[in-house]
């Protein structure tokens, strides 16, 4: 009951998800929201801004420099996150050994 | 491992591959590369020097302690020259306008504060990289024992 309930579920989400695809725009080519002003800007002023040759750097680290600290952040917590799983287990299994050999 | 041909290549092979990294890290503004790649090569040669040596030597190279000065300190020199920025212009992580000379483009000293940014970012991925490495290793062999 239970499992036939998440699999319609399921179905019911993948269909909605489906269909907002369908509703994309797809065969917009050079008409795309994505291609507007703002290539051309970073195209023709990054190394006045910034003084960087690589556009990509300049973009990383100057004008997207807060994206890029969240980037870093999110490594950061990876690692945070997967000590603080792993860790504590082998702590516990040394008290354990411990325990064993007194 | 106890293979001679693969030490002996590993011990020709890291110290170059870690040079390598070192200098798309420094070159990120001038071609192409950068903090995230030249980490990422740094932390897999470490990785490389760990599996052939053993997790022990390898610790020895980049211990606990080394670590946790890496992964704070990469973020932390990344937030100091944001706050750099805002203090001389206002605004965080602002490049030119907060007074970090321009240089020429295309020398290795230009580019105000992003090269600054590269060493950050580099020092961080290549330690949470290899971090990440010795802990789930270093469980693995504790629980085999």
Do not use: C, W
């Not at chain 2, 420094?26 to 071609?31: A, T």
């Not at chain 2, 980049?62 to 605004?91: K, N």
């Amino acid at each position: 009951m239970k499992k036939g309930l998440t699999t319609a579920l399921f179905v019911i989400l993948f269909i909605i998800l489906v269909s907002q695809i369908l509703i994309m725009p797809g065969d917009l080519g050079i008409n795309s929201p994505s291609y507007n002003e703002v290539t051309y800007y970073y195209i023709q002023r990054a190394i006045q801004d910034t003084g960087a040759n690589n556009i990509i750097a300049a973009i990383l680290a100057d004008y997207r420099g807060f994206d890029t600290l969240g980037e870093t952040i999110v490594l950061f917590i990876s690692t945070v996150a997967v000590a603080s799983i792993l860790k504590p287990v082998a702590k516990y299994e040394d008290e354990k050994k411990v325990n064993k050999h007194e | 491992m106890n293979d001679v041909i693969v030490k002996s290549i590993t011990r020709i092979i890291v110290p170059f591959a870690e040079i390598y990294g070192i200098f798309i890290i420094l070159h990120g503004h001038v071609s192409p590369g950068g903090g995230f790649s030249g980490g990422a090569l740094i932390g897999t040669s470490l990785i490389l020097y760990t599996l052939v040596f053993g997790i022990k030597k390898g610790e020895e190279k980049f211990s606990h302690r080394a670590s946790e000065f890496a992964e704070s300190g990469g973020i932390f020199l990344y937030v100091v020259i944001g706050l750099v920025g805002m203090i001389f212009a206002g605004t965080f992580l602002s490049n030119l306008s907060a007074g970090f000379p321009a240089g020429t483009p295309g020398k290795l000293l230009s580019a105000g504060m992003i090269p600054l940014l590269m060493i950050g970012i580099g020092i961080k991925v290549a330690s949470t990289i290899i971090t990440l490495f010795h802990i789930l290793v270093e469980e693995e062999e504790e629980v085999h024992e």
